[in-house]
């Protein structure tokens, strides 16, 4: 007897052959039968196949003088599921359950029959294929009882069961009538697996989330499409149970598959949802992190900030900012943008936040903390202009809603050096007015110096225009 038939003994206290039948011959039946092994059950993989050598059933043999009689007087059989680990895996007979795509295993069944409709049509799936009931869902913890007094041959099996696969449910996404994603619910016996988590903004990773249903779909969080009145920028706003977009999934949605065991069939299996996006005119930037802001920034571009941002030596607020002219807009929801820290360089005439501000941009509702502008390196050319919001505002622009905390314009003695055409401001050196329409609390000037005690260097801000004093250096 080799190992497997020993294991088997153990397992079942039967003798047990195992043979993978894809076909057989009279000889081979008759072969079965003069053995004494002419009891077979059958297990069908119904439109599958088992793995190895791709066959399309597996047959058990057993010797009815082998079999036990139990209480009644029936011969019994302890049946071995073509999955139990006790078939080993270097015997043929071993296999991994073969899938079906797009359909789950539901288990063993004595009975199968053609799902019909009310008009007696077979009801094929959406995949063209056949949906079948079944009944009689196979127990492996129990044993099957057979008749002793009664003939039986190989080549009839006592029993078939069939492998029940079920149409996976799924999950159809749709931007308007066009399908543009599928998902399938894998195992839904599982009953866990019918909730679908809605996108969410993961405010850590400055960028949506989109849960379950993200291998479904290319989400594209921001799309810039060109159209006939310049730049249309189209952000996801969430998912809808109706095209009409009038009623959100919420963050968690039951999908209401309902499934029956007893007869391996389910119902209601198309949930249908639909993608609803904000559009916005312009080239639009929905920001999460500084990181964000900086890699998508642009003199000209549109941001709504929906995180707090701390910028550092490592994250730094952009350049694009601080050397080009701000004709674009930052809606702040009343966020914090803070850590920003500049330093004046020899090669640029302006030093702030931003080089200048057009008339036509917007900045609102956003609060401005810790900001720092070092005047440490001198432009020595005519016309340098240094403050820490903008070197210069265009006459006409007006901050709303914004507030500058601890704001302040550290000045060395390099500005010995500065040009008598140059101009510090506090806010900005040309431009400012009362109308500003600025917050300030606790922004103010420091002097940093290493040459002189710093209560020799004086510093003096008339509304916003800066004026130095430096001792035997005269006036800048």
Same mark, same amino acid.
């Given at each position: 007897?080799?190992?497997?038939?020993?294991?088997?003994?153990?397992?079942?206290?039967?003798?047990?052959?195992?043979?993978?039948?894809?076909?057989?011959?009279?000889?081979?039946?008759?072969?079965?039968?003069?053995?004494?092994?002419?009891?077979?059950?059958?297990?069908?993989?119904?439109?599958?196949?088992?793995?190895?050598?791709?066959?399309?059933?597996?047959?058990?043999?057993?010797?009815?003088?082998?079999?036990?009689?139990?209480?009644?007087?029936?011969?019994?059989?302890?049946?071995?599921?073509?999955?139990?680990?006790?078939?080993?895996?270097?015997?043929?007979?071993?296999?991994?359950?073969?899938?079906?795509?797009?359909?789950?295993? +539901?288990?063993?069944?004595? #009975?199968?029959?053609?799902?019909?409709? %009310? /008009? *007696?049509? &077979?009801?094929?799936?959406? !995949? $063209?294929?056949?949906?079948?009931?079944?009944?009689?869902?196979?127990?492996?913890?129990?044993?099957?009882?057979?008749?002793?007094?009664?003939?039986?041959?190989?080549?009839?099996?006592?029993?078939?069961?069939?492998?029940?696969?079920?149409?996976?449910?799924?999950?159809?996404?749709?931007?308007?009538?066009?399908?543009?994603?599928?998902?399938?619910?894998?195992?839904?016996?599982?009953?866990?697996?019918?909730?679908?988590?809605?996108?969410?903004?993961?405010?850590?990773?400055?960028?949506?989330?989109?849960?379950?249903?993200?291998? +479904?779909?290319?989400?594209? #969080?921001?799309?810039?499409?060109?159209? %006939? /009145? *310049?730049? &249309?920028?189209?952000?996801? !706003? $969430?998912?809808?149970?109706?095209?009409?977009?009038?009623?959100?999934?919420?963050?968690?949605?039951?999908?209401?598959?309902?499934?029956?065991?007893?007869?391996?069939?389910?119902?209601?299996?198309?949930?249908?949802?639909?993608?609803?996006?904000?559009?916005?005119?312009?080239?639009?930037?929905?920001?999460?992190?500084?990181?964000?802001?900086?890699?998508?920034?642009?003199?000209?571009?549109?941001?709504?900030?929906?995180?707090?941002?701390?910028?550092?030596?490592?994250?730094?607020?952009?350049?694009?900012?601080?050397?080009?002219?701000?004709?674009?807009?930052?809606?702040?929801?009343?966020?914090?943008?803070?850590?920003?820290?500049?330093?004046?360089?020899?090669?640029?005439?302006?030093?702030?936040?931003?080089?200048?501000?057009?008339?036509?941009?917007?900045?609102?509702?956003?609060?401005?903390?810790?900001?720092?502008?070092?005047?440490?390196?001198?432009?020595?050319?005519?016309?340098?202009?240094?403050?820490?919001?903008?070197?210069?505002?265009?006459?006409?622009?007006?901050?709303?809603?914004?507030?500058?905390?601890?704001?302040?314009?550290?000045?060395?003695?390099?500005?010995?050096?500065?040009?008598?055409?140059?101009?510090?401001?506090?806010?900005?050196?040309?431009?400012?007015?009362?109308?500003?329409?600025?917050?300030?609390?606790?922004?103010?000037?420091?002097?940093?110096?290493?040459?002189?005690?710093?209560?020799?260097?004086?510093?003096?801000?008339?509304?916003?225009?800066?004026?130095?004093?430096?001792?035997?250096?005269?006036?800048?």
């Amino acid at each position: 007897m080799n190992k497997k038939i020993k294991l088997l003994i153990i397992a079942c206290t039967i003798l047990l052959l195992s043979l993978v039948i894809v076909a057989c011959g009279s000889d081979t039946y008759k072969k079965y039968d003069s053995e004494g092994y002419n009891v077979t059950v059958k297990y069908d993989a119904n439109g599958s196949y088992f793995s190895n050598a791709g066959q399309l059933y597996v047959t058990d043999s057993y010797n009815i003088s082998d079999l036990k009689v139990n209480a009644n007087g029936m011969k019994e059989i302890l049946l071995v599921d073509p999955e139990d680990p006790i078939r080993e895996k270097e015997n043929v007979q071993e296999v991994a359950r073969a899938a079906m795509p797009g359909y789950f295993f +539901a288990g063993w069944y004595t #009975e199968m029959a053609e799902a019909v409709d %009310e /008009n *007696g049509n &077979v009801l094929k799936d959406d !995949k $063209g294929n056949t949906v079948y009931n079944y009944s009689g869902k196979w127990d492996f913890s129990k044993k099957l009882e057979i008749d002793p007094n009664k003939e039986y041959t190989a080549s009839e099996p006592v029993v078939t069961l069939y492998a029940a696969w079920v149409r996976n449910p799924v999950v159809e996404i749709y931007d308007g009538d066009t399908l543009i994603g599928t998902y399938e619910i894998k195992n839904p016996t599982l009953g866990s697996n019918s909730v679908i988590t809605a996108p969410y903004l993961d405010l850590k990773k400055g960028e949506y989330n989109f849960g379950t249903l993200k291998s +479904a779909y290319t989400w594209q #969080e921001r799309e810039v499409i060109e159209g %006939e /009145n *310049g730049a &249309v920028t189209s952000f996801f !706003k $969430g998912l809808y149970l109706d095209k009409d977009l009038k009623t959100p999934m919420g963050e968690k949605y039951t999908h209401p598959y309902v499934y029956d065991e007893a007869t391996a069939t389910i119902s209601n299996l198309t949930l249908r949802v639909w993608v609803g996006y904000e559009e916005k005119a312009g080239e639009w930037y929905k920001i999460y992190s500084s990181a964000q802001l900086a890699n998508n920034a642009s003199a000209s571009g549109n941001y709504e900030i929906l995180a707090d941002l701390e910028f550092t030596a490592l994250t730094a607020w952009p350049n694009v900012f601080r050397n080009n002219d701000f004709t674009g807009t930052i809606v702040g929801n009343g966020h914090k943008i803070s850590g920003i820290s500049l330093e004046s360089n020899t090669g640029s005439a302006t030093l702030g936040m931003f080089k200048s501000i057009s008339k036509d941009a917007k900045i609102e509702n956003v609060n401005f903390e810790n900001v720092s502008a070092l005047i440490d390196r001198i432009y020595i050319k005519p016309g340098a202009r240094y403050a820490v919001v903008a070197a210069s505002i265009e006459d006409g622009f007006k901050f709303e809603g914004v507030t500058f905390t601890n704001a302040t314009l550290k000045i060395t003695t390099s500005a010995f050096n500065l040009h008598q055409d140059s101009i510090i401001g506090l806010v900005c050196a040309e431009g400012y007015s009362d109308a500003l329409g600025i917050s300030l609390e606790g922004f103010g000037t420091e002097a940093v110096t290493t040459e002189y005690d710093i209560y020799d260097i004086e510093i003096d801000v008339d509304v916003n225009k800066v004026t130095l004093a430096f001792p035997e250096k005269g006036n800048s």
